[in-house]
């Protein structure tokens, strides 16, 4: 006998693929905050972590879930995702005492969004594998617009099998989400993504201080620079930045610091010459050793200005 009522419960024919799955988010910043409440949007049960509890509370609004450690957000969850900000935090998270490996079920898929070190990547999905759960590295690429608006480009490196089940989850927080390799792979592309998106600012940076000591109209110059083949993601998210001098971060001057030892490293180890990739490097050693380290990306162009003798 049929009850009408449940059919009022069926999802849509359109959604019949969605299932709802229990996530554990662990480090709600910047990223990692707007990524997780998109999977409470797209129906997931989501329990966030974070070092600083304080920032789980836009998710409980959201109508997530906090918790005080990583293993009571992990205990239950199908799928654990990580937003942490360096290769050591990742590690950290996942192998120590009271960490995800020590406490996730069987079976449970990891899906880490950080971005890291190749190898780190390589070596903890092994060892994932040791203790029978599934791990895939899922760096993003959009900045923070790029999470608020669940458009975030995505490199997945890691078994088939794995980034199909880690897909729903994937499509629910980006736009371009694309299964590049084996474990590490993903993290190899956004190393190659980090190295283009620093020397397209500091080129952008360059353009400014020069067309500024032309006497140049800065505001139209950008305009028609992003018609053309100059134009950018970088110049249309970065040039307002350098022209108000607003460098509230999204991406933190550190974290492409950490990123720009990660494309070295990756290079030596491939035995790649990269040369515009040291010099650019050099500028955001030398915009964090300046004290700007907290800053955006775009305060390269502070440095860049220092370089053509301004104040500070
Ligand atoms: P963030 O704002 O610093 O967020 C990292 C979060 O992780 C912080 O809230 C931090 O807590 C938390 N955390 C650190 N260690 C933890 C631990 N052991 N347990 C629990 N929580 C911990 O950095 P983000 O900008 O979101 O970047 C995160 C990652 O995404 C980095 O790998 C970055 O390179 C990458 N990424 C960033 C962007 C961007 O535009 N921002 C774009 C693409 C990729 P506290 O509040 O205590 O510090």
Redesign the pocket.
């Known amino acids: 006998m049929s009850h009408p009522a449940h059919h009022l419960h069926d999802p849509p024919r359109h959604s019949r693929r969605h299932v709802m799955t229990t996530v554990a988010f662990?480090?709600?910043?910047?990223?990692?905050?707007p990524m997780a409440r998109h999977l409470v949007a797209a129906g997931h049960e989501v329990t966030g972590?974070?070092?600083?509890p304080e920032?789980t509370r836009p998710l409980v609004d959201a109508g997530g879930r906090a918790a005080a450690t990583?293993a009571e957000a992990v205990e239950k969850a199908e799928v654990v995702a990580l937003?942490?900000?360096?290769s050591p935090?990742v590690a950290?998270?996942c192998t120590g005492a009271g960490g995800v490996f020590d406490t996730a079920q069987p079976g449970t898929l990891v899906i880490d969004?950080?971005?890291?070190r190749p190898d780190v990547a390589r070596e903890l999905a092994g060892r994932a594998r040791e203790r029978g759960l599934r791990m895939v590295d899922a760096?993003?690429?959009?900045?923070?617009a790029?999470?608020e608006n669940a458009a975030?480009s995505i490199m997945v490196g890691g078994a088939a099998d794995d980034v199909e089940a880690a897909r729903p989850l994937l499509d629910a927080v980006g736009r371009t989400v694309v299964h590049v390799g084996p474990s590490g792979a993903g993290q190899t592309v956004?190393a190659a993504n980090q190295l283009i998106v620093a020397g397209n600012i500091a080129l952008l940076a360059e353009a400014v201080e020069f067309l500024r000591a032309h006497g140049a109209d800065l505001e139209a110059a950008v305009e028609v620079l992003g018609g053309g083949l100059a134009g950018s993601k970088v110049l249309d998210q970065k040039a307002a930045k350098m022209l108000s001098g607003d460098y509230a971060?999204?991406?933190?001057i550190d974290?492409?610091h950490?990123?720009m030892g990660i494309v070295a490293e990756s290079a030596r180890e491939a035995g790649v010459v990269t040369p515009v990739a040291a010099l650019v490097a050099q500028l955001v050693a030398a915009t964090r050793a300046a004290g700007d380290g907290a800053l955006d990306h775009s305060a390269l162009h502070r440095t860049v200005a220092r370089l053509n003798g301004a104040a500070s």
């Open positions: 662990v480090g709600l910043g910047i990223m990692g905050d972590h974070n070092r600083s920032k990583v937003m942490l900000p360096d935090d950290d998270v969004f950080s971005t890291i760096p993003v690429s959009g900045g923070q790029g999470a975030l956004k971060p999204g991406f933190r974290l492409h950490k990123d």
